[in-house]
């Protein structure tokens, strides 16, 4: 080994050759490189000029460092360099102690540890000494001495534990050996993951070894990673991924359910410093609640599993109110106080729309395995029916009592009602409103911490009989029963006392109104199959057998003989009486995991023992030869390349670099600008402030320069325009691409049609429909009217027009109709009769208005449907008649050029955007005397 | 091989290019007239108008009939004017005879970095414009060894079909022939030959008393040697290497040797009564037709014993 490097030379004599290098520097230098060849016709006038002293220009030193870096790698090549040699532990007769670390954070680089476990004792046999192999997760086993040959039997016997081990334990063993011993060799066979109790172990090892030699083999293995914390949360499933070293590392967790196939796969990353990650699963709440095994892809350790039972699972649960107008105040509504308690462990499925009976019946038809009915009064005879077969099938019905409940009469509850409820505090009241006092200890509450601070101000009284004591769940300070629960068949029905809104009661706002909600659904089935178990057989049962256990490489296995059956309410994590793995009935599994919820694994720091340090050389020797002299063939080759370009001169060299460079910046550029631009992405807020800050109209950009720079300037013409004329003081037009850019914030957006141009992406024309359905107006202009063939159809003949019907193919468009007389939009602020731009011949289209039968229509000045027509189609090119250069100059030429035809076009422009701002609030009938009186009619 | 082939394919070129530049060339100087002094009566008659009577065209004066004439040389239309019989004497007018010698040898294909042209362009370019506007001026241009002397119009043309039919070896000096008197030779080379070969060549122009005119064309990096390193130098026409082992430290050698080189050429044709100039191709190639022009056009009585340097002197 060379100072720390795992590098050793098999003929470290040859390396006497590198003293050769200078000599060879000297020869390099003097030699001088190949003439350039030139032509020269005056070449006979150079043979009489008597020679000058010969000596050669100098070969540039880069080009000798080049090839002395050549030499250098041969020479280093022919001593055999050899990376990672065996690692070799001894030097004296002591047995060798091996300590081993077979937990489950060993797993993952298990075959790495055996091997130099296995080369140590073969070291130990070559040395004819004793071995005494201490696997640290058995305390009880005795340490005892070996013969190298049963000590590597020994060895293959040893497999991972499942469960996290504690070192400290076995050191007793440790210490009784080594002091019968006496002098002894001790190695430690280290995973470097800390579980617990891993600087007590490192401090109570450093006393018992006392003097004695002692080596750590850490870091070399791949570092172990763990999964904790399963979580199947609202939106996704998440799971926390851990590990004990730094560095940027990612990776795979893959969802398996029961049948052992695969759901999904999530990735994960650790930034540099991170020892903790997390990898999430956007999967159907169906899916997640299918998935039973969460693994990292890749890691084979049982911590790298991570089990999941029916607790994971998400429960759909339907809440059904019997109040009407609960909407209006939702902070009064009791659906609201049963959300917000449900959402974190289940999915809340409200039926606030139709009457209660209809919503439970749909509910009963999703099989859905709770559902929660929120004073809910009678019911009719069959839903009734229907409810005692579901929960007779495992359904869970829990009933909030409140002002209809306390009047029905019904057998949906676990007790025998009194009619009427209790009012306590009230002004004829003696008593005080009451404390939640107890749970039952055998109800499912058990357990729970009783808060004091619940008030209860009415409720809904049980008939005292023999059985409500044990119907009664919770109980209030004067023993009447706050919530009560009985099982009927395979399912539950019980009842709060009081309502699920904080008029009776504050329960439904405390933290644990949440807690016995979870309750209560961790008892529903799982599963709406009928049949399906509902969770109290679980609770039923004291002590469940293990299943299926996993064994440390996290591979399912038959349960091990020491595996011990484990109460049913067992959170803990996996240890060698419970070995992580399944337990209970194979239809309702309960999972132990290797580690709890709430673990966290650190690095091991053994940086406190008097130690020598070894690393696990995972790999095996490598013969650096093979690298040296092709990383010598690609100098030369250099080299010669170097030479080469020397001889056609050193001009041509700096020639080929500059364009070498020219074509790298062209590289770069045009990958620049092929990526996408990061501003856009930035600017995407900026535009939406910028666009709605102030109103603005829009144009679409085609990517036509001309039509872009005429369209903008005649855009920026009619906002001017606007400005002069009407209140709306517009702030500058904005170009939008529609297959990017949002468009929501534009009342119109002016389209102007390219011919033959390609038609936009579906996802552009997708938010174009969008936009146009939510009330967005789309003006398009085809800008070709004067090339429109003469005849019946020919303005539809038009290439701007096959393009525009080319683009409208695929958007949802209202039927059209040419601008009637009396549409709203000639009268919206100008009074127009036809629509001109650029050229007057053109028609406008708009959305055909509904036909009005009655009498009167045809006497109404203005008519305007219901809305603004979503889409308005000309030809007559109106930003071309809008725009003007900068000078104030018109920039185009009208046809046929009437002296008052640009201002017509602008006051097109002002009654469109005005019809897209008002929509038909000029057809209004107010407006008609005024509209009539201007009209002359 | 190859390098012939591309030898004579990139003379192919430089005549093509040639051929359109010296056209314009040409076209942009005034006519090309000789002095006719020391053209002797018999030669061919030509367009120079030789300030005496004589055989041609335009009118030079009336003289008195002599008795003796034939009787159909008096112009009855003046003689029945008075009563004395006269005799129309047109000028005498003369052809002059020009041999261009470009020098098409590789050793002309060279071009260095800075040049515009290589040699053989140049000297193509200048031979062309010449031969045009010495046609264009009533002379007769030819090449020796290669197109008779013309006056036709298309000269460039026919010189340049000349030069790409032409098969034979290209040598440096032109061929050895004997030029009439009265001729005039105008010899367009980088003048590379070692001394005893432009000795030998100027004696066979000169001994018929012919005059004319030496242009070296050569290239920027044959006047300062802008070379430096390990160089090694061949002769293009393949008569031999040499290798400089610090070509910068040849540079100042080289310069003195060149004009020694120049001065022994220019010995030689003062000796003769020459025309030897140097021209450089950095320069533009007007210069150069400047020069030659004003050359055969200025008196060569006055300007004899001088040498009138074109570009870049040396």
Same mark, same amino acid.
């Given at each position: ?937 | ?130 031969? +045009?506007?010495?046609?264009?001026? @009533?002379?007769? $241009?030819?090449?020796? *060894?290669?197109?008779?002397?013309? #006056? /036709?119009?298309? %000269? ?75 160089? +090694?130098?061949?002769?293009?026409? @393949?008569?031999? $290497?040499?290798?400089? *082992?610090?070509?910068?430290?040849? #540079? /100042?050698?080289? %310069? ?59």
């Amino acid at each position: 080994m060379i100072a720390g490097l795992p590098l050793t030379f098999a003929q470290p004599l040859l390396l006497l050759g590198l003293l050769s290098l200078p000599v060879l520097w000297w020869l390099l230098r003097v030699m001088p490189p190949r003439p350039r060849r030139i032509e020269f016709p005056p070449t006979r006038l150079l043979f009489d000029i008597k020679p000058k002293e010969e000596t050669p220009s100098r070969t540039p030193w880069w080009l000798t460092a080049l090839r002395l870096a050549a030499a250098a790698l041969v020479i280093l090549a022919a001593a055999g360099p050899i990376w990672n040699p065996q690692t070799a532990v001894g030097g004296s007769n002591a047995p060798l102690v091996i300590l081993l670390d077979d937990g489950w954070s060993a797993a993952a680089s298990w075959d790495t540890r055996i091997k130099a476990a296995d080369e140590l004792i073969a070291n130990a046999e070559n040395d004819r000494r004793g071995v005494a192999l201490v696997p640290l997760s058995e305390p009880a086993r005795d340490v005892t001495l070996m013969p190298a040959g049963t000590a590597r039997v020994a060895l293959r016997q040893i497999a991972p534990k499942p469960y996290s081990i504690d070192r400290v334990d076995t050191l007793g063993a440790l210490d009784r050996f080594l002091k019968t011993t006496g002098d002894a060799e001790i190695t430690w066979l280290s995973d470097g993951v800390d579980t617990g109790r891993g600087a007590e172990f490192v401090e109570n090892l450093g006393k018992t070894i006392g003097d004695r030699k002692l080596t750590v083999f850490e870091g070399g293995a791949a570092p172990a990673q763990a999964l904790v914390a399963a979580e199947n949360a609202a939106a996704k499933m998440t799971v926390k991924v851990l590990r004990t070293t730094g560095g940027a590392a990612a990776g795979v967790v893959r969802a398996i359910d029961a049948k052992g196939s695969p759901i999904g796969e999530a990735r994960y990353a650790f930034g540099m410093q991170d020892r903790e990650s997390e990898a999430a699963f956007d999967l159907p709440v169906e899916l997640r609640n299918d998935i039973s095994r969460l693994e990292i892809s890749g890691e084979r350790s049982a911590g790298a599993v991570q089990l999941l039972d029916k607790r994971w699972r998400r429960r759909a649960v339907g809440v059904v109110t019997g109040a009407t107008s609960d909407t209006a105040q939702p902070l009064l509504a009791s659906t609201f106080y049963l959300t917000r308690a449900l959402s974190p462990f289940a999915d809340v499925r409200l039926g606030d729309r139709g009457a209660a009976q209809q919503v439970i019946a749909q509910f009963l038809d999703q099989r859905l395995p709770m559902i929660v009915l929120a004073d809910v009064g009678t019911l009719s005879p069959e839903i009734r029916e229907r409810l005692n077969a579901w929960i007779d099938q495992g359904g869970v019905l829990v009933r909030f009592a409140g002002p209809r409940l306390a009047q029905a009469d019904d057998d949906l509850v676990p007790v025998k009602l009194r009619r009427g409820g209790r009012i306590l505090g009230g002004s004829l009241t003696w008593e005080k409103p009451q404390h939640l006092a107890s749970f039952a200890a055998d109800g499912p509450f058990a357990g729970l911490a009783v808060p004091k601070d619940i008030t209860v101000n009415r409720q809904v009284l049980a008939e005292p009989d023999a059985v409500l004591a044990t119907k009664t769940w919770a109980s209030l300070e004067d023993g009447t029963p706050l919530v009560t629960g009985e099982h009927r068949g395979r399912g539950i029905v019980s009842l709060f006392h009081v309502g699920a809104d904080s008029r009776w009661s504050d329960l439904p706002m405390s933290g644990s109104f949440v807690e016995m909600l979870r309750r209560l659904v961790d008892m529903s089935g799982y599963t709406s199959k009928p049949g399906a178990g509902v969770a109290s057989e679980a609770t039923n049962v004291e002590t469940v057998a293990p299943l299926r256990t996993l064994d440390g490489f996290g591979a399912f296995g038959p349960p091990p003989s020491t595996a011990k059956p484990m109460p049913a309410d067992y959170r803990d994590r996996g240890t060698s009486e419970h070995p992580p793995g399944f337990y209970g009935p194979a239809d309702g599994p309960i999972a132990v995991n290797t580690l709890a919820s709430a673990d966290r694994i650190a690095p091991l720091d053994t940086s406190s023992l008097r130690a020598q340090r070894a690393s696990y050389t995972n790999a095996e020797p490598r013969d650096l030869r093979g690298i040296l002299l092709s990383s010598s063939l690609v100098l030369f080759l250099i080299d010669a390349v170097v030479v080469a370009m020397l001889g056609a001169g050193l001009a041509a060299l700096w020639r080929r670099r500059t364009a070498t460079a020219a074509v790298l910046l062209a590289l770069i550029l045009s990958a620049a600008s092929i990526a996408p631009s990061p501003t856009r992405a930035q600017g995407n807020d900026e535009f939406a402030i910028k666009s709605v800050s102030q109103t603005r109209l829009a144009y679409v950009v085609t990517g036509n320069a001309d039509v872009d720079s005429i369209v903008k300037a005649g855009m920026t013409g009619l906002t001017l325009f606007l400005a002069q004329r009407t209140a709306l003081e517009a702030g500058d037009p904005v170009g939008v691409d529609p297959a990017r850019d949002e468009l929501a914030f534009f009342p119109l957006i002016y389209w102007p049609v390219v011919p033959g141009a390609p038609k936009p992406p579906q996802d552009a024309i997708n938010r174009i429909d969008a936009y146009m359905k939510q009330g967005g107006t789309v003006l398009f202009d085809t800008r070709d009217a004067v090339e429109a063939p003469p005849g019946e159809n020919g303005a539809s003949q038009t290439p701007g027009m096959r393009t525009l019907r080319e683009i409208l193919s695929s958007l949802d468009v209202p039927e059209l109709e040419p601008v009637p007389r009396e549409h709203v939009l000639t009268k919206t602020f100008y009074l127009l009769r036809d629509f001109p731009g650029r050229f007057n011949s053109g028609q406008t289209w708009v959305e055909t208005l509904p036909r009005e039968d009655d009498d009167d229509a045809a006497s109404r000045p203005a008519r305007g449907g219901d809305g603004v027509s979503p889409i308005i189609i000309t030809s007559n090119d109106l930003a071309g008649a809008w725009a003007h250069r900068p000078d104030g100059q018109p920039m185009l030429p009208l046809t046929p050029g009437e002296p008052r035809q640009r201002e017509f076009a602008f006051r097109s422009g002002v009654n469109i955007v005005m019809y897209t701002l008002t929509g038909n609030y000029k057809a209004d009938q107010v407006h008609a005397p005024a509209l009539i009186e201007r009209l002359g009619q | 091989m190859a390098a012939e082939t591309s030898h004579e394919t990139r003379e192919i070129l430089a005549i093509r290019r040639a051929d359109g530049e010296s056209r314009t060339l040409a076209a942009s100087l005034p006519r090309l007239v000789l002095e006719a002094r020391r053209i002797a009566a018999n030669v061919i008659h030509g367009l120079h108008g030789r300030r005496r009577a004589g055989a041609g065209e335009s009118f030079w004066q009336y003289r008195r009939f002599v008795s003796g004439e034939p009787s159909q040389n008096v112009d009855w239309r003046r003689s029945a004017r008075d009563d004395h019989l006269y005799v129309r004497e047109q000028e005498w007018e003369a052809a002059h005879t020009v041999w261009l010698w470009p020098d098409r040898s590789p050793s002309m294909v060279f071009a260095s970095k800075g040049a515009r042209d290589s040699k053989l362009e140049r000297g193509l370019i200048v031979t062309f414009a010449l031969a +045009e506007l010495l046609v264009s001026g @009533g002379e007769r $241009v030819g090449i020796p *060894g290669l197109m008779n002397p013309t #006056a /036709s119009r298309n %000269v460039i043309d026919k010189m340049a079909q000349a030069m790409l039919h032409d098969d034979a070896v290209r040598a440096s000096l032109p061929p050895s022939f004997v030029p009439s008197a009265l001729a005039e030779i105008v010899v367009l080379s980088d003048f590379w030959s070692p001394m005893s070969e432009i000795r030998t060549m100027l004696a066979g122009l000169s001994s018929s008393g012919a005059h004319g005119t030496l242009i070296q064309v050569v290239d920027p990096a044959e006047e300062t040697f802008p070379y430096a390193g390990r160089v +090694e130098f061949v002769e293009p026409e @393949g008569f031999g $290497v040499i290798t400089a *082992g610090r070509a910068e430290s040849w #540079a /100042s050698d080289y %310069v003195t040797r060149v004009a020694l080189h120049r001065d022994e050429i220019r010995s030689e044709t003062n000796k003769l009564d020459w025309l030897f100039s140097t021209h450089t191709t950095s320069r533009s190639a007007a210069e150069l037709l400047l020069f030659l022009h004003s050359g055969m056009m200025v008196a060569k009585g006055t300007a004899r014993g001088s040498t009138v340097k074109a570009g870049r002197s040396a």
